[in-house]
């Protein structure tokens, strides 16, 4: 597992675009897991504590088996949750 600490808040971006980018949660952190059981320790510590977060998946090749894949996921912790924007209007 990797944790990387953000020292600000990025830009948007076209996949944040549905949220309000004024008054936007700035991230705690972001860690890349490899197991699914410890992706949902994660989000029910960020349900617990009320924070809000972000799960992306991807798919990598093992070094040592280049013919096959598995799926990783990255998860950011936010200091409070999103605040979505309703298009509908």
């Known amino acids: 597992m990797t944790?990387?600490?953000?020292?600000?808040?990025?830009?948007?971006?076209t996949a944040e675009a549905s949220f309000e980018t004024s008054g936007e949660p700035s991230t705690i952190y972001t860690v890349y897991l490899s197991a699914a059981d410890e992706l949902v320790e994660h989000i029910r510590a960020a349900d617990v504590l009320n924070l809000g977060f972000r799960v992306e998946s991807y798919l990598v090749s093992p070094d040592d088996a280049p013919d096959t894949t598995q799926?990783?996921?990255e998860f950011t912790l936010f200091s409070e949750l999103p605040v979505r924007v309703d298009e509908r209007d």
């Open 71 to 73: 799926t990783e996921f």
């Open 3 to 13: 944790v990387d600490f953000a020292a600000e808040t990025p830009g948007e971006t």
